[in-house]
Structures are given as structure tokens and as C-alpha cells.
């Protein structure tokens, strides 16, 4: 980050950063970009209340940006979405004045199921993963397994059952790595690691088609 806000302050540029799992982590608080010396004035901050209060699909965000940028973006958001639905504002306005409590159970909880799921994945034959420091996602590395990630992302959806992203989705590279949320409960979690160990026996069959 401060190579990238060395290189944005030198030129006309704004970082457009997405924080909206600030709230979500395990160790030490992230810190953000805006707050690198003279990045205050060249950051979009992004963030919503789908993660840090459990609120996905209520299609509520805010940015934090210099003063000079706020007009347009209000006629880019009122002509594009007309705006979010006056009950959703106030349940948002309830979750920011309401007690936080809730936030950090339920980041707790998050630490539990990571904890247990990342283990679980690092018994399987071929996955390696590192245990994530926030958010609800683990990223494993798949290659030890010798099937592309695509195919044994299909693969485990199609015959465990267990839904995964891609991780070449993220780019080329993401290649060699499958995304998991463990947004889910530990005994959901426990389930999918059972099925993935399962179909696990079938890797060098899964390799030699594809
Ligand atoms: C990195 C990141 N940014 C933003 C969002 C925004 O979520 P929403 O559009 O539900 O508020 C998500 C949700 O998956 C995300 O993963």
C-alpha cells in the first residue's frame, strides 16, 4: 500500500478501497490507504453493512471521499439507483447507534469456524491453506492435488455437493487455488470437509480427464 500511495500521490489519480470487511479480521485491525500521509484527499473509501452486520442483499453501501467529488457522485447514485429504500436506511441506522456487541460475537464465531475449517482442509490430500487474518473466506491451494482449479472446483460441486469459487475467477493468479466461504455453520463446514475428504480418493481419476 505505500508503494501504491507513493505512486498515486505523484500523479492525478484517486484508489477506489473497498474496506467493507474492516470489521472482520482476527489479529491485528488493517489499516487503510486514506490513511497514508496526503491520501486522505486521493481515497474513495468503500464500505457497507452486508458484512459487518449481517445485512447481504439489503443493497446498502456508503463511500467516504473529498468533499469536491460528493456532488457528482450523489447524481451518479440518484440517476443510477434512485437511491435505497427509506425502511432499509433505518434498520442501517439501527445497526450503527445500536450496541456493537453483536459484531464481535459474531467475528468470534467466524474465528471458531475458520479455525476448524482451515484444519479440516489441511488434512486433505493436496490442499494447503493458510489460515486467513479476515474476512470469512479460505483460500486454498489446490495444486498438490494436479487437477485444475476450474475442474475441481465443478468437480466438487457436482459430485460432493460442496460449492467453491474458482480461484483463477480472480485473476491468472488465482490459478492453483479454490475459494470457500465458511459463512456457514461449523456443522455445514464439518459436513463439507467430510465430503471433499471423501471424494478426495478420486483425485488421480479427477487429474487423468482433464
Ligand atoms: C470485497 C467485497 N466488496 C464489496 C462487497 C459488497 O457486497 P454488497 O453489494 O452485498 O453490499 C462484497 C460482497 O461480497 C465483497 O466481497
Same mark, same amino acid.
Given at each position: 500500500m505505500r508503494a501504491i500511495a507513493d505512486m498515486v500521490r505523484e500523479r492525478d489519480l484517486i484508489v477506489l478501497a473497498d @474496506?467493507?470487511? &474492516? #470489521?472482520?479480521?482476527?489479529?491485528d485491525a488493517p489499516v487503510s490507504? =486514506?490513511?497514508?500521509?496526503?491520501?486522505l484527499e486521493k481515497t474513495v473509501i468503500l464500505d457497507g453493512f452486508s458484512k459487518t452486520y449481517a445485512m447481504?442483499?439489503? #443493497?446498502m453501501g456508503y463511500g467516504v471521499m473529498p468533499a469536491w467529488l460528493v456532488d457528482a457522485v450523489n447524481k451518479l447514485m440518484v440517476n443510477s +439507483? &434512485? +437511491?435505497? =429504500?427509506s425502511f432499509t436506511q433505518r434498520a442501517g441506522i439501527a445497526a450503527l447507534r445500536g450496541p456493537q456487541g453483536p459484531v464481535d460475537a459474531m467475528v468470534a464465531e467466524f474465528r471458531r469456524r475458520r479455525d476448524a475449517f482451515c484444519e479440516g482442509l489441511n488434512r486433505i490430500p493436496g490442499f494447503r491453506c493458510p489460515v486467513p487474518?479476515? =474476512?470469512?473466506y479460505a483460500f486454498a491451494n489446490v495444486e498438490g492435488t494436479g487437477i485444475p482449479s476450474k475442474e475441481l472446483a465443478d468437480f466438487l460441486l457436482e459430485e460432493a455437493g460442496v460449492a467453491a469459487l474458482n480461484g483463477g475467477a480472480f485473476g491468472e493468479?488465482? @490459478?492453483g487455488y479454490i475459494r470457500f466461504s465458511y459463512a456457514n455453520s461449523l456443522e455445514n463446514l464439518m459436513e463439507a470437509v467430510a465430503r471433499i475428504e471423501k471424494a478426495a480418493v478420486r483425485w488421480e481419476e479427477v487429474g487423468a480427464r482433464s
Open positions: @474496506e467493507i470487511y &474492516s #470489521r472482520i479480521y482476527y489479529g490507504i =486514506a490513511g497514508y500521509p496526503g491520501m447481504t442483499g439489503w #443493497r +439507483c &434512485s +437511491c435505497v =429504500a487474518g479476515g =474476512a470469512f493468479f488465482g @490459478e
